[in-house]
């Protein structure tokens, strides 16, 4: 366990969650993939940032300022607004998956081509 | 202190956590594949519970247990359980789970993505903040980076509890993007009540 198996759990999920986004067609699946690709965003960014020491650190060895120990755990708030933006979108999808079905009576992606001609 | 770094207290390498880590890296990883794959939507969505509950494991590890009830509470709590009821709202029995004719293409795309990946994990020398730490590290031995005492112990303490310090850098540091966080979930919530409201 280190760093780079982190990183590589992080990247085995996302590569999963881009073939199922690019590849399905019920729309519902598409909408699962990107949480899985969310999810391992969110495993890069915490493991990146318990296990790199931080620039601030890196150029002045020295420093005790808090503003610089703070930035240890940056990659976590990024993770916290991820977490948040990935709640809005799954609300939204869902919401627009479910408009759509009562419009078309379809959940592939493949049939929602309203735009297309 | 010396030698007995609470930094690393609960993750050095010990066999246990190492075991715990693999047992969870490849549960989630096996769910991931089944929330591809499954054909049952329903079944795929409990998939993704497991791959979800696989992540906060692994936030434990890492030393971010906020992040770990976080994860807990939204995704498996709030996320899952929309997409469960998109599904029951729109099922589809008879047509399963089938994929589009990009099915090759993409597998392509993300093997090569993956692998593209991985070749920069295992390729990149990191900084890593462990050896920075401990005096007798090997970075530190090579005459690499070596942090001040002072700062050892302010590292240390900033992950003994780290939730006081995650408030104060989300409440200060990012405080415009944490409003701006509050009026997405605002505008999305009235956006999909508007979208589903019926007319």
């Known amino acids: 366990m280190g760093l780079e198996s982190f990183l590589l759990v992080g990247a085995v999920i996302f590569s999963i969650g881009l073939y199922g986004t690019l590849s399905k067609r019920n729309v519902i699946t598409v909408l699962m993939s990107l949480e899985l690709m969310f999810n391992a965003v969110n495993i890069t960014a915490v493991a990146l940032s318990r296990y790199i020491v931080p620039a601030g650190l890196a150029q002045d060895p020295g420093a005790t300022a808090d503003q610089v120990v703070h930035l240890l755990l940056a990659g976590q708030v990024f993770a916290i607004f991820i977490v948040t933006v990935a709640a809005a979108e799954v609300a939204l999808g869902v919401a627009i998956v479910i408009a759509v079905y009562r419009n078309r009576e379809t959940v592939f992606v493949t049939d929602a081509n309203q735009l297309r001609h | ?199």
């Open chain 2, 1 to 199: 202190m010396g030698q007995a770094m609470s930094l690393g207290a609960g993750t050095e390498a010990s066999v246990v956590t190492d075991i715990a880590f693999w047992v969870i890296a490849a549960s989630s990883i096996v769910a991931a594949i089944a929330v591809v794959h499954l054909r049952d939507l329903f079944r795929a969505a409990l998939f993704l519970v497991v791959s979800f509950l696989g992540v906060a494991g692994m936030f434990v590890l890492l030393r971010a247990e906020f992040l770990a009830i976080v994860q807990v509470l939204i995704y498996v709590g709030a996320v899952s359980v929309l997409i469960i009821f998109a599904i029951l709202m729109t099922r589809d029995v008879e047509h399963g789970n089938p994929s589009n004719r990009l099915r090759i293409p993409a597998a392509l795309l993300s093997l090569l993505f993956l692998g593209a990946t991985a070749f920069v994990v295992l390729d990149t020398e990191w900084n890593l903040l462990d050896e920075a730490i401990s005096p007798d590290g090997p970075a530190v031995a090579a005459g690499g980076l070596e942090l001040a005492a002072e700062t050892v112990a302010k590292v240390e303490e900033v992950y003994a509890n780290t939730i006081p310090v995650i408030a104060e850098l989300l409440l200060r540091d990012f405080v415009l993007a944490f409003e701006v966080a509050s009026v997405l979930l605002l505008a999305a919530i009235i956006g999909a009540l508007a979208l589903v409201r019926e007319r």
